[in-house]
């Protein structure tokens, strides 16, 4: 460690990223990204961009890509914060917003980014245990015996289980818990999750945060986005606007903008992934795995007779790549499954297929 580090520098723990391995013939099946291309209007508009305005600064307030976003939400321009990417925003998120007396909470078992943010900003945050399904109980979440959070941190679907929450649930939540902020994570939403947004107008303290990087197929570009009631999207442009005015470039805005014009595109590329989802989830399961219910672009999943860490590593002597958590125990025989190409999909079935002919040993079988 570098003795010119300063003490919080000390004492982070950075987030880990998916790992990018550069195998030959891989069946990548371990960051989420989205298995199709974007949108072909995408890549002309990208095109068209790549021109001699890039020696131009971009407009530092997203002004027309906000305006679209507004529109397509229903939502006004000033309830709409733009960054790099939604783990920008989440941190823009994370300074103005989540640092509040009674602590941040958010799931145990959750996006492992949450406590590097706290780290790094000094926030106390509390983890709340998920129950026995792996789903959010929201009732953990209300103010009891005096005690009641300053604001709470749900990724909807969850990640990495994919097990999302009913809209019914979310307006509970928000509902009673008006002293806190509440923002809730959307990144996975389009594979078949229920959104927050048609609440934002109806509460004052809840943000909604998306990303192209999923379901838009543009994790390339980096694109991020809030929505809120204006007073929480103003925090966020202060903390912006103090040290980072120019987040969006040229390319990501054009990228953006074409994205969200083609709704029909998006619409049709999330459908096809839920439809190679419930393939790959009958088809795990008539191999004896247990599949988490998922409303997002990959699955969490467990053999009840295997072991997640060398299962991982047999896949990956295959040259599929699938994530696994070491942390916490509870989960640690689960691996996470992003939802490649059909293709993708079939070779980890028969991967899978010819390990256990191998037998039980190269399986990873629990000795107890």
């Known amino acids: 460690m570098s003795q010119f580090w300063s003490a919080v520098v000390h004492g982070l723990t950075p987030y880990v990223p998916g790992e990018q391995p550069k195998i030959s013939q891989l069946v990548k099946l371990n960051t989420n990204e989205h298995p199709e291309g974007p949108s072909p209007k995408v890549l002309a508009a990208l095109r068209n961009a790549t021109n001699k305005s890039l020696r131009l600064y971009p407009d530092p307030n997203a002004d027309d890509l906000k305006t679209a976003l507004a529109r397509y939400h229903g939502l006004k321009p000033n309830q709409i914060f733009v960054g790099n990417g939604s783990d920008e925003v989440l941190a823009h998120a994370f300074m103005a917003l989540l640092n ?21 900003y000094g926030i106390e945050y509390r983890t709340v245990q998920l129950a026995d399904d792996f789903s959010i109980r929201i009732d953990d979440y209300l103010p009891q015996g005096g005690r009641a959070a300053g604001a709470i941190i749900l990724p909807n679907p969850n990640a990495p289980t994919g097990v999302g929450l009913p809209l019914s649930e979310v307006d ?24 927050a947004v048609g609440l934002i107008n109806c509460y004052p303290n809840l943000l909604v945060c998306h990303t192209f990087s999923k379901s838009r197929s543009l994790a390339g570009l980096r694109v991020g986005y809030a929505l809120g009631h204006p007073d929480l999207i103003e925090g966020l442009e202060r903390v912006k606007n103090s040290f980072n005015s120019y987040p969006l470039d040229r390319l990501a805005l054009a990228g953006a903008m074409a994205s969200v014009e083609d709704d ?37 999943v467990r053999h009840p007779e295997h072991r997640g860490a060398a299962l991982a590593q047999a896949l990956r002597e295959q040259a599929i790549i699938v994530r696994h958590f070491a942390k916490p125990a509870r989960i640690s025989d689960f691996l996470r499954i992003t939802i490649g190409s059909p293709e993708q999909c079939a ?20 000795p107890n």
């Open 100 to 120: 509040r007396t009674g602590g941040l909470w958010f799931p145990d078992i959750t996006y492992s980014f949450y406590p590097v943010y706290c780290g790094l």
């Open 264 to 300: 029909d595109y998006f619409r049709a590329s999330c459908a096809r992934v839920i439809a190679t989802r419930q393939r790959l989830v009958a088809d795990l399961t008539d191999l004896g795995f247990q599949v988490l219910p998922s409303q997002a672009n990959f699955i969490f």
């Open 347 to 366: 070779a980890l079935i028969q991967a899978l297929k010819k390990l256990q002919k191998l037998g039980s040993q190269k399986l990873g079988s629990d």
């Open 172 to 195: 509970r939540l928000v509902a009673g818990n008006p002293q806190a902020v509440v923002l809730m994570d959307e990144a996975y939403v389009d594979f078949g999750g229920q959104s």
